[in-house]
């Protein structure tokens, strides 16, 4: 089992920034993803970014240059900073963590961009 806890959401003003974090415990596999999915209201989940224990990145267009993902696998932590944050960007976010074939999921964390 792996456990996940993420922290670092909350309200920013457009053009602001937020930096998530999601720190997994329990039994850790070298070889993993880890990620970040959000869902808004009436929305479906989607992956906004992802990487991988080969250091593999992937972005979804609508972040691409206003976020950045990183990891500290020694922490088995993973990093997701946001800058200039659009009211679009409003959403639960939801840390992941594949390993084994087997998907595991954060609580939830909400992001809210409003003036």
């Known amino acids: 089992q792996v456990q996940l806890v993420e922290s670092g959401g909350g309200l920013v003003q457009p053009g602001g920034s937020l930096r998530l974090s999601c720190a997994a415990s329990g039994t850790i596999f070298s070889i993993y993803t880890m990620g970040w999915y959000r869902q808004a209201p009436g929305n479906e989940r989607e992956l906004v970014a992802r990487?991988?224990?080969?250091?593999?990145?992937y972005y979804i267009d609508f972040v691409k240059g206003r976020s950045t993902i990183s990891r500290d696998s020694a922490k088995n932590t993973v990093l997701l900073q946001m800058n200039n944050l659009k009211p679009d960007d409003t959403a639960v976010y939801y840390c992941?963590?594949?390993?084994?074939?087997?998907?595991?999921w954060g609580q939830g964390t909400q992001v809210t961009v409003s003036s």
């Open positions: 990487i991988s224990s080969s250091g593999s990145i």
């Open positions: 992941y963590r594949v390993q084994g074939g087997t998907y595991y």
